[in-house]
């Protein structure tokens, strides 16, 4: 076993990856960038080495100057965690020829499946059944490819993943404007616009088959369903699948341990399928996506059902030791779910979102994976993930519930959140059924992204909190006569006034809307007309939070500070913090609603920003290549003369 190993990563996975070796016994270097010089991961490894910079490419994709930090410190090994550069033939040959060990798959492996196409003519060879389309190296005449295939079908980025350049085509009209856009998002993401042409399955599920080899032989650790999916990005990841059947699991199983062995593969990695479920789970109906050469971000529930911890295998195996387990050693227990909690404006377009984290609280029965603090700042930089929450049920109904219950008790203020998405889709009837596909959540998405909305006890609890009264409460003095104060609040975009009596120390009358609530503090608790209530408030720096089963945001208004308002539609915000990609006009220009303005770029995804009204650029005030804040003003319109 390895006595000191570099972690060439940040954020949650850096912070999972230092709990197994501190629990090993093995020492941890951490490195970092100018960004996350404070991050948790940091503080949490034996030593830190700094990196500079702030983007990605400025810091933890500077392979060099990882290496150089390894063996400055003595490292043994480098472990990738996933993203960055855990999946860089380049990197890993690198790393050995350095003389360190890369906890991961070999330089070849990574080759072999890294390109889609080439994969699927291995996995052929190899016995795994492929879906059917076009891995051809040639790039032209593939609008002919397509009608071959028949629509619909799926336009792929041969060097992709996590959805970028890729694009669902249903008519032959539409085939050369998608094949575009994918070409353009995978040269820009991957730096290779190669595409491959594949049949869309009607009624897709997502479900892959986690396997670790040791370079000659493989066991695979039973499968993921990930079918809960928004734009081809998971959402919620559960083990096992449900409705999976003991001849599906032998033989979806067998053929990702002939995958795996296909390449000489060792380590942890991915077999990912999709199925055809439009007549339930049939042996005969998957075929191979793609590998994952790398830990996947969902591993924690293939832990939970089989009580395997996953990065202990990969360092005994780096380290020179045998497969932990055989394949009949291995079982499943009980089942899991994984929810991904990111900063995210889910009723914008699932926009990623920045802010201090001003209050954040888990539940402490759930396992949480998080590479951040109370306090710490979600950068535009880096993903947006705040957390991943694993639970665990001896069925899957137990484990689901048990998941409603801890997206509930999860409180974070100081940024929006998916939380309230993410407890939508556990509520789901479909998803609670096990009648899960990848056209879930599209199908009903303006029903899972409507906002909670607070009753009026919830806005009673606010309006005492804003007054001062939260979690500092008015005590220790009484009054000779009721104390009437207004209190401002903004919430879901509309001021509302809050009229708070205070009849004595903790205790308030609260008119509201019509409403008339008596509001108690009760130590640590609240009560509400009388009645003892769940509720947590939390006043930051951004307003008030009420954690009541759902959370509910308000602002507080500060009336000595009214910023000038501009009309809707006159102006053009940033929805999110990013990079201005393109300004497609100027002063001058005549636009109609709908028209292009700019395309602002974030997490390598690229969004349309469009006029909301007809009218004349008065004012472009950002040009190309310039980083923006969400809120920053970007261009004015004005009536047309």
């Given at each position: 076993?390895?006595?000191?190993i570099?972690?060439?990563?940040r954020g949650?996975?850096?912070?999972r990856i230092?709990?197994t070796?501190?629990?090993?016994?093995v020492?941890t270097?951490a490195?970092?960038?100018?960004v996350?010089?404070s991050?948790?991961?940091?503080?949490?490894?034996?030593?830190?080495v700094?990196?500079?910079?702030?983007?990605?490419?400025?810091?933890?994709?500077?392979a060099?100057a990882?290496i150089?930090?390894?063996l400055a410190?003595?490292a043994?090994a480098?472990?990738?965690?996933?993203?960055?550069?855990s999946?860089?033939?380049?990197?890993?040959?690198?790393v050995?020829?350095?003389g360190?060990?890369?906890?991961g798959?070999?330089a070849?492996?990574i080759?072999a499946?890294?390109l889609?196409d080439?994969?699927k003519?291995?996995?052929?060879?190899a016995?795994?059944?492929?879906?059917p389309?076009?891995h051809?190296?040639?790039?032209?005449g593939l609008?002919e490819k397509?009608?071959?295939?028949?629509?619909?079908v799926l336009?792929?980025?041969?060097?992709?993943g996590?959805?970028?350049?890729?694009?669902?085509?249903?008519q032959?009209a539409?085939?050369?404007?998608a094949?575009?856009?994918?070409?353009?998002?995978?040269?820009?993401?991957?730096?290779n616009?190669?595409?491959?042409?594949?049949?869309?399955?009607e009624?897709?599920?997502h479900i892959?088959?986690q396997?670790f080899?040791?370079?000659?032989?493989a066991v695979?650790?039973f499968?993921?369903?990930c079918?809960?999916?928004?734009?081809?990005?998971?959402?919620?990841?559960?083990?096992?699948?449900?409705?999976?059947?003991?001849?599906?699991r032998?033989?979806?199983?067998a053929?990702?341990?002939?995958?795996?062995?296909?390449?000489g593969?060792?380590?942890?990695?991915?077999?990912e399928?999709?199925v055809d479920?439009?007549?339930?789970l049939?042996?005969?109906?998957?075929?191979?996506?793609e590998?994952?050469?790398r830990?996947?971000?969902?591993?924690?529930v293939?832990?939970?059902?089989?009580?395997?911890?996953?990065?202990?295998?990969?360092?005994r195996?780096a380290?020179?030791?045998?497969?932990?387990?055989?394949q009949?050693?291995?079982?499943?227990r009980?089942?899991?779910?994984e929810?991904r909690?990111?900063?995210?404006?889910?009723p914008?377009?699932?926009?990623?979102?920045?802010g201090?984290?001003?209050h954040?609280?888990?539940?402490?029965?759930v396992?949480?994976?998080?590479?951040v603090?109370?306090g710490?700042?979600?950068s535009?930089y880096?993903d947006p993930m705040?957390?991943?929450l694993?639970?665990?049920?001896m069925?899957?109904?137990?484990?689901l519930?048990k998941?409603?219950?801890?997206?509930?008790?999860?409180?974070i203020?100081?940024t929006v959140?998916?939380i309230?998405?993410l407890?939508?889709?556990?509520?789901?009837?479909d998803f609670?059924?096990g009648?899960v596909d990848?056209?879930l959540?599209?199908?009903?998405?303006?029903?899972?992204?409507?906002?909670?909305?607070a009753?009026?006890?919830t806005?009673?609890?606010?309006?005492?909190?804003?007054l001062?009264?939260?979690?500092?409460?008015l005590?220790?003095?009484t009054l000779?006569q009721?104390?009437e104060?207004?209190?401002?609040?903004?919430?879901?975009?509309?001021?509302?006034m809050?009229r708070?009596?205070?009849l004595?120390?903790?205790?308030?009358?609260?008119?509201?809307?019509?409403?008339?609530h008596?509001?108690?503090?009760?130590g640590?608790s609240w009560?509400v007309?009388g009645?003892?209530v769940?509720?947590?408030?939390?006043?930051s720096a951004r307003g008030?939070?009420?954690f009541?089963?759902?959370?509910?945001?308000?602002d507080?208004?500060d009336?000595?500070d009214?910023?000038?308002?501009v009309?809707?539609?006159?102006?053009?915000?940033?929805?999110?913090?990013g990079?201005?990609?393109v300004v497609?006009?100027?002063?001058?220009?005549v636009?109609?609603?709908?028209?292009?303005?700019a395309?602002?770029?974030?997490?390598?995804?690229?969004?349309?920003?469009?006029?909301?009204?007809?009218?004349v650029v008065?004012?472009?005030?950002v040009?190309?290549?310039?980083?923006v804040a969400?809120?920053?003003?970007?261009?004015l319109?004005?009536?047309?003369q």
């Amino acid at each position: 076993m390895f006595s000191k190993i570099l972690i060439a990563n940040r954020g949650e996975i850096a912070c999972r990856i230092i709990e197994t070796c501190r629990r090993l016994g093995v020492q941890t270097v951490a490195v970092f960038s100018d960004v996350d010089a404070s991050a948790r991961h940091v503080a949490l490894a034996d030593e830190a080495v700094s990196l500079g910079g702030t983007t990605p490419a400025e810091s933890y994709l500077r392979a060099q100057a990882i290496i150089d930090a390894a063996l400055a410190t003595g490292a043994q090994a480098i472990h990738p965690g996933y993203g960055f550069l855990s999946e860089n033939p380049d990197f890993v040959e690198a790393v050995e020829q350095a003389g360190l060990v890369f906890i991961g798959p070999s330089a070849q492996a990574i080759r072999a499946m890294g390109l889609k196409d080439a994969a699927k003519a291995l996995m052929q060879k190899a016995g795994v059944p492929v879906v059917p389309g076009y891995h051809g190296a040639a790039q032209d005449g593939l609008a002919e490819k397509a009608a071959q295939i028949g629509y619909p079908v799926l336009i792929k980025a041969v060097a992709g993943g996590g959805g970028k350049g890729m694009r669902r085509v249903d008519q032959a009209a539409d085939f050369d404007a998608a094949l575009d856009a994918a070409r353009s998002e995978a040269m820009k993401a991957f730096g290779n616009d190669a595409v491959l042409i594949e049949k869309y399955v009607e009624k897709p599920r997502h479900i892959e088959i986690q396997v670790f080899g040791d370079g000659t032989k493989a066991v695979h650790l039973f499968e993921r369903d990930c079918s809960l999916q928004r734009r081809h990005q998971k959402v919620i990841e559960e083990a096992p699948a449900p409705g999976m059947t003991a001849d599906m699991r032998e033989a979806m199983g067998a053929a990702a341990v002939r995958a795996a062995q296909a390449v000489g593969y060792a380590g942890a990695g991915t077999v990912e399928f999709i199925v055809d479920a439009s007549d339930g789970l049939r042996p005969d109906r998957f075929w191979f996506m793609e590998m994952n050469t790398r830990l996947q971000v969902e591993h924690p529930v293939t832990e939970a059902i089989t009580g395997v911890d996953l990065v202990e295998w990969q360092l005994r195996v780096a380290s020179g030791q045998d497969l932990p387990m055989a394949q009949e050693q291995l079982s499943i227990r009980g089942h899991s779910f994984e929810a991904r909690l990111y900063a995210e404006d889910v009723p914008a377009g699932f926009l990623p979102a920045t802010g201090v984290l001003e209050h954040l609280r888990f539940p402490d029965w759930v396992r949480v994976d998080t590479g951040v603090r109370q306090g710490d700042e979600i950068s535009p930089y880096y993903d947006p993930m705040i957390a991943k929450l694993t639970v665990h049920g001896m069925d899957r109904a137990r484990a689901l519930a048990k998941l409603t219950r801890a997206l509930g008790a999860t409180h974070i203020a100081g940024t929006v959140t998916n939380i309230a998405f993410l407890r939508a889709l556990t509520l789901h009837d479909d998803f609670g059924a096990g009648n899960v596909d990848t056209g879930l959540i599209a199908r009903d998405l303006d029903a899972l992204c409507t906002e909670p909305v607070a009753c009026s006890r919830t806005k009673a609890l606010a309006g005492v909190c804003a007054l001062g009264s939260g979690d500092t409460p008015l005590a220790g003095f009484t009054l000779w006569q009721p104390l009437e104060q207004n209190v401002p609040l903004c919430y879901q975009g509309f001021e509302i006034m809050a009229r708070v009596t205070t009849l004595a120390a903790g205790q308030f009358r609260v008119e509201i809307e019509g409403a008339i609530h008596d509001v108690a503090r009760m130590g640590d608790s609240w009560a509400v007309d009388g009645a003892k209530v769940t509720a947590r408030v939390v006043r930051s720096a951004r307003g008030v939070s009420v954690f009541w089963t759902n959370a509910y945001h308000f602002d507080v208004p500060d009336p000595l500070d009214r910023s000038t308002e501009v009309a809707g539609g006159d102006i053009t915000l940033a929805p999110m913090p990013g990079l201005v990609r393109v300004v497609a006009v100027k002063p001058g220009d005549v636009v109609v609603q709908g028209d292009r303005l700019a395309v602002l770029e974030a997490m390598k995804m690229e969004h349309e920003l469009k006029a909301a009204r007809d009218g004349v650029v008065s004012q472009v005030m950002v040009s190309e290549g310039a980083q923006v804040a969400a809120g920053d003003q970007l261009i004015l319109l004005e009536e047309n003369q």
